[in-house]
């Protein structure tokens, strides 16, 4: 296995990860809306690197997908940085989400 398919199965590998949390972190979200206990706006503040300004997480998720598709066509290094950043983000924030209301 090459380097670059090695990175691209640990990009793909992390991203479905994220996916199936951001669902169960979404409907959570879901839930906290309707008993008026999430008033923010987005989940990353504007400085976070993200095109997407969403209260859910499914439009990041998305977002790390598109660049993802962009770096297996290019194999752009400054794109692989950026989409292990948003990743990194993405693990971290969610992981602090399920912490915060598993703790409740």
Same mark, same amino acid.
């Given at each position: 296995?090459?380097?670059?398919?090695? =990175?691209?199965?640990? !990009?793909?590998? $992390?991203? *479905?990860?994220?996916?199936?949390? *951001?669902?169960?972190?979404?409907?959570? !979200? *879901?839930? %906290?809306? /309707?008993?008026?206990?999430?008033? %923010? @706006?987005? =989940? %990353?503040?504007?400085? #976070?690197?993200? /095109?997407?300004? #969403?209260?859910?997480?499914?439009?990041?998720?998305? /977002?790390?997908?598109?660049?993802?598709? @962009?770096?297996?066509?290019?194999?752009?290094?400054? !794109?692989? =940085?950026?989409?292990?950043?948003?990743?990194?983000? !993405?693990?971290?924030?969610?992981? $602090? %989400? /399920?912490? *915060?209301?598993?703790?409740?």
């Amino acid at each position: 296995m090459t380097m670059t398919s090695a =990175i691209n199965q640990q !990009l793909i590998d $992390n991203i *479905s990860i994220i996916l199936k949390k *951001s669902l169960t972190a979404d409907a959570t !979200l *879901s839930d %906290f809306r /309707e008993n008026k206990k999430a008033g %923010f @706006k987005a =989940i %990353f503040t504007e400085d #976070a690197g993200f /095109e997407a300004k #969403a209260d859910t997480f499914q439009p990041y998720v998305e /977002e790390v997908a598109d660049d993802l598709l @962009k770096w297996q066509q290019t194999q752009d290094q400054k !794109l692989l =940085i950026v989409l292990v950043k948003k990743i990194e983000q !993405l693990f971290q924030v969610l992981a $602090n %989400f /399920e912490s *915060s209301y598993q703790e409740k």
